[in-house]
């Protein structure tokens, strides 16, 4: 009896051992078989108006982005993939308005140009802007809170950038 009870428990766990599913929730769809490496540019910045460390910050987000969530290998020229462009804007606007008529909040936009070039694949190229904004309340420097609000808003055009090249949906 006991022989057989041990069996039972061997052969169930010989069956779970050899069954399994893989999911991948990176969110990249890459055909590893063709698609080997990547060469992610520099974007300069070309907005008028412009905060010194958002260009290497957007930068290393974005090569920071494929490395975290992609087997590509980066390269720096002759990529299958290749992602260029520019942050194109970066301004901020009056968005509400108080009762007594001043600006109650602020939003701050950014716009990044991409051109996005796949060796593999030629109908999957394009060239496309790509908008994130942040709102503060006025009662607050745009000191105060410009770091934050520039990495939420690269965060936000890193993985709409991900997903439009990489990601497939």
């Not at 008028?48 to 720096?76: C, E």
């Amino acid at each position: 009896m006991r022989l057989r009870h041990f069996l039972y428990i061997i052969m169930c766990c010989a069956s779970l051992l050899s069954c399994s599913v893989q999911y991948k929730f990176n969110g990249a769809s890459i055909d590893y078989t063709k698609v080997k490496t990547i060469q992610i540019a520099d974007f300069p910045v070309r907005s008028t108006y412009v905060w010194g460390p958002m260009g290497s910050m957007f930068n290393n987000q974005l090569k920071d982005i494929y490395a975290n969530h992609t087997r590509l290998q980066q390269v720096k020229r002759n990529g299958d993939l290749r992602i260029e462009g520019e942050i194109i804007s970066y301004q901020q606007r009056n968005k509400s308005v108080s009762s007594e008529g001043y600006s109650a909040q602020t939003e701050l936009s950014m716009t990044v140009n991409v051109r996005f070039t796949n060796r593999t694949n030629t109908k999957e190229n394009f060239e496309r802007q790509f908008t994130a904004t942040a709102t503060y309340d006025t009662t607050q420097s745009l000191n105060a809170v410009q770091e934050r609000l520039v990495q939420e808003m690269i965060k936000d055009i890193t993985e709409q950038i991900f997903n439009a090249t990489v990601a497939n949906w």
